[in-house]
């Protein structure tokens, strides 16, 4: 295998790990000597890969984006009227979703005090909530979503309930399965004649 | 001073340091050394006052709450009909407001991963999802909620969108204002009557 792959794939496999231990701990279980010793290697090998806890983070947190966008590029590219699908694409309704959300909560901790991850955490919520105005735009469009309807308002509560129904749900599992958080999403839908 | 009533007043004196500190840089910033240095103490000092950092962030956590209980209690015993008013005491609609979703959100982080934070996180949720639901049932009695309305959709829908208005507006205040926070709510309202 040539250099480079190699140190892409072993950079790939620590992400991983790191990801591992923020799924299961949250931010304080992400260390270096933790990644270290979960992935059998020295410190040493965890500092070649990641210069330090800011890099370290900021991968788990680009895992977490590239498979979220993944999933919801999938959904506009199938059908891009499909608003349920797009917002469902990122509620927490499977392991890899919930996961998801244990990671942008550890990494919201740290966006409070650093300018850089709260930005890029701004940025995502404002591509959303474009996201959902656009597949809006699409319905209306398509004479689906009725005239009196509100559409940058409805947008934005959409956007809203996204995080709301996941906060609810990753701390209130049973209070919040996936029924209840699909009936959320479905009655706010129904309310505007979708 | 009685011994007692100093300790107290001592203990309430480094809380409030502590909070500060993670209203400004979020979770990792709480240190007992961080607290000692903005105390202008030694680090016995606080160990004196807080047994561990748990106890330390779950006092921050505590001062959080307490506040936030103190102004949706203002509003219920004003008017157990206020709906809007019940919501807007938790909303990020000023810097108290702000600085407690501040503290919720450094919380959240160490909640996934303590049962015991995660347990008071998710009792606070039910106790909010609770106190709305009792509201619209008052509204219901009234004869102000139409009778189309399923309360228990609404009362969840409202909930979910508290955690997400607050997630938007404190990485996004530009996007979020107020203003905006207040619109998404009201036309949530409108939507079911109210």
């Known amino acids: 295998m040539p250099k480079v792959v190699d140190h892409d794939a072993r950079r790939a496999e ?20 933790g990644v270290a010793e979960a992935a059998g290697v020295s410190t ?20 977490a ?10 959904v506009i590219a199938s059908d891009p009227a499909d608003v349920t699908g797009l917002i469902e694409a990122v509620l927490p309704l499977d392991d890899e979703r919930r996961d998801d959300w244990r990671i942008w909560f550890a990494f919201w901790s740290e966006a409070l005090s650093s300018p850089a991850f709260g ?3 701004r940025q995502r919520a404002k591509g959303q909530l474009d996201r959902i105005d656009r597949c809006l735009r699409v319905l209306r469009a398509d004479g689906r979503l009725p005239a009196t309807v509100n559409v940058s308002d409805a947008a934005h509560r959409l956007s809203a309930l996204i995080p709301g129904i996941a906060a609810e749900a990753i701390f209130d599992p049973d209070g919040w399965p996936p029924s ?15």
Not at 65 to 74: F, M, P
Not at 180 to 190: D, H, T
């Open 119 to 121: 930005e890029e955490q």
């Open 44 to 63: 040493t090998v965890v500092s070649h890969y990641f210069a330090d806890m800011v890099e370290l983070l900021h991968a788990v947190y680009s895992f």
């Open 65 to 74: 984006v590239q498979r979220s966008r993944r999933r919801v590029q999938a």
């Open 14 to 33: 620590v992400t991983e790990i790191a990801v591992s231990l923020v799924v299961e701990g949250g931010r304080s279980a992400l260390t270096v000597r």
């Open 180 to 194: 209840r958080q699909r009936r959320v999403l479905r009655s706010e839908l129904a309310l505007i004649g979708l």
